[in-house]
Structure formats: structure tokens, C-alpha cells
């Protein structure tokens, strides 16, 4: 089965800039989204088709996809950034989510 | 706005069945397919089942498939998951989640997620 691997954890300064990785089989081929999960709070959509902001969401967060690798970007990350990160493609008919990544603003 | 509220969730014995809803408003239900997705205590997000906007087409992951069924009632904009044959591990908060692409039922992100509703598989 088709899988996403994220790193557990990314610790980042506030300020600074964030990069989550999502790899995955020949990722680059399909699109890629990314959701942001408060604890006790349902996901929110941060991006779509690889590079692509929601009404609503701030402009420091960004996105790209290439080959095995999507990457979430977060510029001048901000204390309300801290959350888990989770990236998500459709592998044919089958919905796959990554396995998370909890953003720690230090 | 759009809002989705899930309902039915609860303790269950393993070997039992539970049947979950999800209200939806705030926009033309038939239009959009839905999802469940799931996520076990303190644990990631496992996407669970969909359903095309239509309800003819319908697909599983393979930890669910046979024992699980989506359906929708677009007369009641209501999407539904009945639950056979629990085990501990389907033990998760379930989510009902609105693809952000019309008359799309794969390929598209989720950009509407209920509030969640427990389901608890235990003796």
C-alpha cells in the first residue's frame, strides 16, 4: 500500500522559516495537500494542489512537490503555528495521510 | 457556512456494530462527495471511506473493507457509516470531511471536517 512518511517533529524558533517533508512513492505525480491540527481540534486545510493557499489561510504558508518529496514551508513562523502537520494524496481510489509531523515553536 | 456534525458514536463490544452520522449545511450536499476519515488516540489521521456525491460510487481502505459500509441520503443531506464486525483498533475519533471539488469523488483535498464523534470498541 502507498505510503507517506513524515519526521515526528520539526522545532523551529519563532520568526524563522519551517520545512515539513513528505515523501512518498513518485509523490511528484499527484497532488499533494497539507493540514494543520490544534490538539482537541478538527484538521484545517493549509494547502492544496501542492502550492495552493484556502481563502483565509496566511501567506506563510506555502507549498511545493517534486519527484518523492512534497514540502510544507511555513515563513516567520508564529507561536499560533504550533500544531501537528499532516500531508495527504489520493493513490488511485484510496485516500493516504502521512504520518505527521508536531511543529514546536521554541 | 458550511457545517458538518457527526453523531453515533459511543462504547461498543468488540464483534459489534454502530452506525455513525453527518448532518451536513450550508451547501448543495449532493454535489460534493464526502469522506470519513479517523484518528485512534493520540495517533495520525487514517482516511477511512468515501462516497461520490451521487452515492453510486463508494470506496473502502482495505482495514475497513467488508466490514464497514458508506452511504449518504442526499433527501436528508445526511452521510452515514455503518460499523460491523468492531475491533479494538477501529477504537478513533471519526470525521466526516466535504471534498473541496465538485462532482469529483477522488483527487481532491478536504476542505470542510466536522467535530468528530468517538467510537470506543471494548469489552
Known amino acids: 500500500s502507498y505510503e507517506l512518511i513524515q519526521p515526528p517533529s520539526v522545532s523551529v524558533s519563532p520568526g524563522q522559516t519551517a520545512n515539513i517533508t513528505c515523501s512518498g512513492d513518485?509523490?511528484?505525480?499527484?497532488?499533494a495537500c497539507w493540514y494543520q491540527q490544534k490538539p482537541g481540534q478538527s484538521p484545517v486545510l493549509v494547502i492544496y494542489?501542492?502550492?495552493k493557499r484556502p481563502s483565509g489561510i496566511p501567506e506563510r504558508f506555502s507549498g511545493s512537490n517534486s519527484g518523492n518529496t512534497a514540502t510544507l514551508t511555513i515563513s516567520g513562523t508564529q507561536a499560533m503555528d504550533e500544531a501537528d502537520y499532516y500531508c495527504?494524496?489520493?493513490?488511485?481510489?484510496?485516500?493516504?495521510f502521512g504520518t505527521g509531523t508536531k511543529v514546536t515553536v521554541l | 457556512e458550511v457545517q458538518l456534525l457527526e453523531s453515533g458514536g459511543g462504547l461498543v463490544q468488540p464483534g459489534g456494530s454502530l452506525r455513525l452520522s453527518c448532518a451536513a449545511s450550508?451547501?448543495?450536499?449532493?454535489?460534493?462527495?464526502m469522506s470519513w476519515v479517523r484518528q485512534a488516540p493520540g495517533k495520525g489521521l487514517e482516511w477511512v471511506s468515501v462516497?461520490?456525491?451521487?452515492?453510486?460510487?463508494?470506496y473502502y481502505a482495505d482495514s475497513v473493507k467488508g466490514r464497514f459500509t458508506i452511504s449518504r441520503d442526499n433527501s436528508k443531506n445526511t452521510l452515514y457509516l455503518q460499523m460491523n464486525s468492531l475491533r479494538a483498533e477501529d477504537t478513533a475519533v471519526y470525521y466526516c470531511a466535504k471534498e473541496a471539488v465538485v462532482l469529483v469523488v477522488t483527487d481532491s483535498p478536504f476542505d470542510y471536517w466536522g467535530q468528530g464523534t468517538l467510537v470506543t470498541v471494548s469489552s
Open positions: 494542489q501542492d502550492n
Open positions: 495527504q494524496a489520493w493513490d488511485s481510489t484510496t485516500g493516504v
Open positions: 462516497i461520490s456525491g451521487s452515492g453510486g460510487v463508494t
Open positions: 450550508g451547501f448543495t450536499f449532493s454535489s460534493y462527495a
Open positions: 513518485k509523490l511528484g505525480d499527484k497532488y
